[in-house]
Each structure stands twice: as C-alpha cells, then as structure tokens.
Nanobody, 124 residues
Framework: QVQLVESGGGLVQAGGSLRLSCAASGRTFSSYAMGWFRQAPGKERESVASISWSGGSTYYADSVKGRFTISRDNAKKTLYLQMNSLKPEDTAVYYC?????????????????WGQGTQVTVSS
C-alpha cells in the first residue's frame, strides 16, 4: 500500500498557473505508474494525466493537452502536475493516484491508492 498526500491547490485567476505536488510513502514509488484525476461539482471524476513508472510515457486528456504537464521525481517520491493557462472549467478537486501497473493508465479501476484531494479554483 502507498500513502499519497497532495498539495499546491488554491485560488488563481484565469490564465494563471499552479503546480500540484503529490508526496508518496510506503510502497516503492518507482515501481508503478501514477495519475492525476479531478472531480468538478456535480460531475464524475475524470482522468487528467498519467505517467509511467519511469516517466518515459505520458497521457493527457484532450481538455488539458498543451496546458498541463505531468512529471515525477522517483528519488523524491513525488508526482507533479504543472498547470498553465488555467481556465474556469479546470475548477475541481484534484486527486493523485498510484496505479497497480507499470504503464500509463486512465481508468480509475487501474489505480489502487488515492490521495485526499486538493481544491483548485480558477476565477474568471
């Protein structure tokens, strides 16, 4: 099992940037893929980005492609999500998750451990 703690959320104006971090402890961090999900009020949780165990492969949802960058530092056991050109529709609770697999994944059922979430609010 792995424990995940997100940080870096907050309130930002449209067009601004935020960097989310997710600190991991427990299971060997470099052994599994990681992902960021988000859930807006009244909507289902959705996959935002995912990264393989080595960082060599990534996935982005079409809605964030070109604006968000997922990365990981295995030595620091930390996952990041750099969010640029933020839009009001990016407002959501953002969760990091640890996959059961090595490769990039997008389905919630492929992730076995979840953080508590961090709120991101983008004002217009």
């Amino acid at each position: 099992q792995v424990q995940l703690v997100e940080s870096g959320g907050g309130l930002v104006q449209a067009g601004g940037s935020l960097r989310l971090s997710c600190a991991a402890s427990g299971r060997t961090f470099s052994s599994y893929a990681m992902g960021w999900f988000r859930q807006a009020p009244g909507k289902e949780r959705e996959s935002v980005a995912s990264i393989s165990w080595s960082g060599g492969s990534t996935y982005y949802a079409d809605s964030v492609k070109g604006r968000f960058t997922i990365s990981r530092d295995n030595a620091k056991k930390t996952l990041y999500l750099q969010m640029n050109s933020l839009k009001p529709e990016d407002t959501a609770v953002y969760y990091c998750a640890a996959s059961k697999y090595f490769s990039v994944r997008t389905a919630e059922t492929d992730f076995g451990s979840w953080g508590q979430g961090t709120q991101v609010t983008v004002s217009s």
